[in-house]
């Protein structure tokens, strides 16, 4: 099994909601990671968790805010988005940082 | 810093038809590489992938790749593709010192029956 689930399937908010996008895995990967993609574009990392810490952060605005509770969880904080933080936010994890990553489906979100 | 390119960004074939699609990286380090497609309204899926021995590997649904490591390229190629092989493929390069995987631009394939 190398599923990865996401939560909520799509997500509109206003810019001065406050929501969270939530992530799980149950195949006892140690890495989890957030990226977000623009349509048409690729996915772009954005942060990296290796067990339970967080050990890559690429410059992404603290409105993002993620966080690690266990070693199957994943959730991302979102406050005072903008709306070009419109995108597809996808989570993955892979058994150790340098192995193969397996993508949930992605939470669509649109802030208005 | 890394990058990966993909040269054909749109791409259409018909049924039957040999495809290979481009990808090259620029960094010179030790890197695993990754083919992944996302069929219409579908999640990303791994076709296949390269860590290290046989350069020529195989994946799913008939795709393989051969890496070239003088040539820093990963081409992606099927003898025969199918109307269901319709997707967005990307190329990821993995950067095993810095951990992070970057991936191509992506090539939208169209397969008209």
């Known amino acids: 099994d190398t599923e990865v689930t996401q939560t909520p399937k799509h997500l509109v908010m206003g810019m001065t909601n406050k929501k969270s996008l939530k992530c799980e895995q149950h195949m006892g990967h140690r890495a989890m990671y957030w990226y977000k993609q623009k349509a048409k574009k690729p996915p772009e990392l954005m942060f990296v968790y290796s067990y339970e810490k967080l050990s890559i952060n690429e410059s992404v605005p603290s409105r993002f805010s993620p966080e690690c509770p266990n070693s199957s969880l994943l959730n991302l904080h979102l406050h005072a988005l903008q709306p070009e933080d419109s995108a597809l936010y996808l989570c993955?994890?892979?058994?150790?940082?340098?192995?193969?990553?397996?993508f949930g489906p992605g939470t669509r979100l649109t802030v208005l | 810093a890394q990058s990966v390119s993909q040269h054909n960004h749109h791409v259409i074939l018909s049924e039957a038809a040999s495809l290979e699609l481009g990808c090259n990286y620029s960094?010179?380090?030790?890197?695993?590489l990754f083919w992944y497609v996302q069929y219409p309204g579908q999640h990303l899926q791994l076709l296949l992938k390269?860590?290290?021995?046989?350069?020529l590997v195989k994946g799913i649904k008939g795709f393989e790749a051969e890496f070239i490591k003088s040539k820093f390229s990963f081409n992606l190629r099927k003898p025969s593709v199918q109307w269901s092989d319709t997707a967005e493929y990307f190329c990821?390069?993995?950067?095993?010192?810095?951990?992070?995987?970057?991936f191509g631009t992506g090539t939208r394939l169209l397969v008209s029956p």
């Open positions: 960094y010179g380090g030790t890197v695993n």
């Open positions: 993955a994890s892979s058994p150790w940082t340098t192995d193969t990553q397996y």
């Open positions: 390269y860590f290290s021995g046989d350069p």
């Open positions: 990821a390069v993995l950067n095993t010192g810095f951990q992070k995987l970057v």
